[in-house]
């Protein structure tokens, strides 16, 4: 189409189904990707995870964040991240698999809840250290999703976390989403007020290099799930330079 006719008028409403029409494809490609989600292994040391380059997005949050039912809305399979509250599994990184079989493209790393008052002292100090180092250390991080309960907002163990992370997301080493999780409780009212303190948070660790994401998300409404699938999908397939 010539330029010269692009502007108000009939292109511009044409143009917004064509725009809605690709992301419909952008998440329902990307919907597919997470579904083929498949345990790999659990570590619950850093020297005990994969040494080789596939890369990694973290999934974050306090206990009762709701962190275990996105991942198991996002891959579409009821049980795969309550592997992760399985005796013995609580406090270690579950890593699950994604992409084909044979050739797997990225993993998810499922990182223990944080802020359970049941964890002994001792083991939460050494929990906390592992978790951190992860965060920090980790060369296969590409991003992190960080599930905040909507009606909670980020607390001061949510702030400590970003903390171990904001130099990586400061300079755009590793991607932040910040889920606003049980959405469905919220009025839309509650909803805005709850993006708007979010949104406040996060802005120290804002900069130019950053790509740092907010959102609604409901597991039982499936709020945001095309969306959230799409952008993880992108984080770790790039799409090629044009
Ligand atoms: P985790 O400890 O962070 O893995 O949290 P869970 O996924 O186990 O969820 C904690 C509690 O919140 C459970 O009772 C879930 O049923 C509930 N929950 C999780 N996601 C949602 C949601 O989207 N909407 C509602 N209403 N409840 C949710």
Same mark, same amino acid.
Request: glycine share 8%.
């Given at each position: 189409?010539?330029?010269?006719?692009?502007?108000?008028?009939?292109?511009?409403?044409?143009?917004?189904?064509?725009?809605?029409?690709?992301?419909?494809?952008?998440?329902?490609?990307?919907?597919?990707?997470?579904?083929?989600?498949?345990?790999?292994?659990?570590?619950?040391?850093?020297?005990?995870?994969?040494?080789?380059?596939?890369?990694?997005?973290?999934? +974050?949050?306090?206990?009762? %964040?709701? @962190?275990? /039912?996105?991942?198991? $809305?996002?891959?579409?399979?009821?049980?795969?991240?309550? #592997?992760?509250?399985?005796?013995?599994?609580?406090?270690?990184?579950?890593?699950?698999?994604?992409?084909?079989?044979?050739?797997?493209?990225?993993?998810?790393?499922?990182?223990?809840?944080?802020?359970?008052?049941?964890?002994?002292?001792?083991?939460?100090?050494?929990?906390?250290?592992?978790?951190?180092?992860?965060?920090?250390?980790?060369?296969?991080?590409?991003?992190?999703?960080?599930?905040?309960?909507?009606?909670?907002?980020?607390?001061?163990?949510?702030?400590?976390?970003?903390?171990?992370?904001?130099?990586?997301?400061?300079?755009?080493?590793?991607?932040?989403? +910040?889920?606003?999780?049980? %959405?469905? @409780?919220? /009025?839309?009212?509650? $909803?805005?007020?709850?993006?708007?303190?979010?949104?406040? #948070?996060?802005?120290?660790?804002?900069?130019?290099?950053?790509?740092?994401?907010?959102?609604?998300?409901?597991?039982?409404?499936?709020?945001?799930?095309?969306?959230?699938?799409?952008?993880?999908?992108?984080?770790?397939?790039?799409?090629?330079?044009?």
């Amino acid at each position: 189409m010539s330029p010269t006719v692009a502007g108000p008028g009939p292109e511009t409403t044409a143009a917004a189904p064509a725009a809605a029409d690709a992301a419909g494809a952008a998440a329902r490609e990307a919907l597919a990707w997470a579904h083929g989600a498949r345990f790999q292994t659990t570590a619950s040391r850093l020297d005990q995870l994969p040494a080789d380059e596939l890369p990694e997005i973290a999934f +974050v949050g306090r206990s009762n %964040a709701g @962190k275990s /039912s996105a991942i198991n $809305a996002l891959v579409q399979q009821r049980r795969l991240a309550f #592997a992760s509250k399985t005796p013995g599994r609580t406090q270690h990184i579950n890593l699950f698999a994604l992409g084909p079989r044979e050739q797997p493209d990225a993993r998810w790393a499922d990182l223990p809840g944080y802020g359970y008052a049941a964890v002994e002292r001792a083991a939460k100090l050494r929990w906390q250290q592992v978790m951190a180092d992860y965060l920090q250390q980790r060369p296969q991080l590409r991003g992190i999703v960080l599930l905040v309960d909507s009606r909670l907002g980020l607390t001061e163990l949510d702030r400590r976390l970003l903390d171990f992370v904001a130099e990586r997301v400061h300079t755009g080493q590793v991607r932040l989403l +910040v889920l606003l999780t049980k %959405a469905d @409780k919220l /009025s839309r009212r509650d $909803a805005e007020a709850a993006l708007a303190a979010a949104s406040a #948070a996060l802005g120290e660790l804002a900069g130019e290099a950053a790509d740092i994401g907010l959102a609604l998300f409901s597991a039982t409404a499936r709020t945001g799930l095309g969306d959230v699938a799409a952008t993880l999908h992108g984080w770790v397939h790039p799409a090629p330079p044009a």
